[in-house]
């Protein structure tokens, strides 16, 4: 079982809308949080990171959310633009070395 | 940041060759990553590259099927051997320069293996 799930799988929404992505993670012990963006036939790009003590960082129209308490995490995309479609991935540090847990990404769509 | 290139971009190979991917980055890092992104997955790691030194592999990855270098701090190349069909996937070179920070990815190498 993957100790990295996000919902939805996919979303489809209208320009100019705000949608948000959720991350449930397992992994412990933490050590922090990123959000990545991958557009189609290229690498991630690193939107956010979080540590456990930090609840809130934003990132342009981009605002990523942590409750480490319930090992939860939220990404908010604010008046979405149509180059904001791409697969936004959570990745979750385990604190002991550098393993990075991937999730399996949401893929966003945004239509005009 | 650290910008990363990768080579080739993408290549078609016949069964049974090999492919060597290079990956530079434009500033000394500490750690240096590869990993395997197949088509609607996820991003798996193969290994942590790591300089003037045998890789370090992860569980299902071995260093007979992907050899990989890394003779200095902003270079490594991985190598796919033996194809097979199985192996058409995209390979993505990634590197920090410590541990709790951002980890920065290459374009990625689309392989497809015939």
């Known amino acids: 079982k993957n100790q990295v799930e996000q919902s939805p799988q996919s979303l489809i929404i209208l320009e100019g809308k705000n949608c948000t992505l959720q991350?449930?993670?397992?992994?412990?012990?933490?050590?922090?949080l990123r959000w990545y963006k991958q557009d189609t036939g290229r690498g991630p790009v690193s939107l956010t990171i979080?540590?456990?003590?930090?609840n809130t960082k934003s990132n342009g129209r981009y605002t990523a959310t942590l409750d480490a308490d319930t090992k939860q995490s939220s990404l908010h995309i604010t008046a979405s633009q149509l180059s904001d479609s791409a697969s936004y991935i959570c990745?979750?540090?385990?604190?002991?070395?550098?393993?990075?847990?991937f999730g399996g990404g949401t893929r966003v769509l945004v239509k005009p | 940041s650290a910008v990363i290139s990768q080579k080739p971009s993408r290549d078609i190979c016949q069964r049974g060759t090999s492919l060597t991917i290079q990956c530079q980055v434009d500033?000394?890092?500490?750690?240096m990553f590869w990993y395997r992104q197949q088509p609607g997955q996820s991003l798996t790691l193969i290994a942590t590259?790591?300089?003037?030194?045998?890789?370090?592999?992860e569980s299902g990855f071995v260093i007979d099927k992907f050899p990989i270098s890394r003779p200095n701090l902003t270079f490594s190349t991985l190598t796919v051997s033996n194809l097979s069909p199985e192996d058409s996937s995209i390979y993505l070179c990634?590197?920090?320069?410590?541990?709790?920070?951002?980890?920065?990815f290459g374009p990625g190498t689309r392989l497809l293996v015939l």
């Open positions: 500033s000394q890092v500490t750690m």
């Open positions: 590259a790591n300089q003037g030194s045998e890789a370090t592999y």
């Open positions: 990634s590197a920090t320069r410590a541990a709790k920070e951002t980890q920065y």
């Open positions: 990745v979750v540090s385990k604190a002991a070395g550098n393993k990075l847990t």
């Open positions: 979080m540590t456990f003590s930090e």
């Open positions: 991350c449930n993670y397992t992994v412990s012990p933490f050590s922090n």
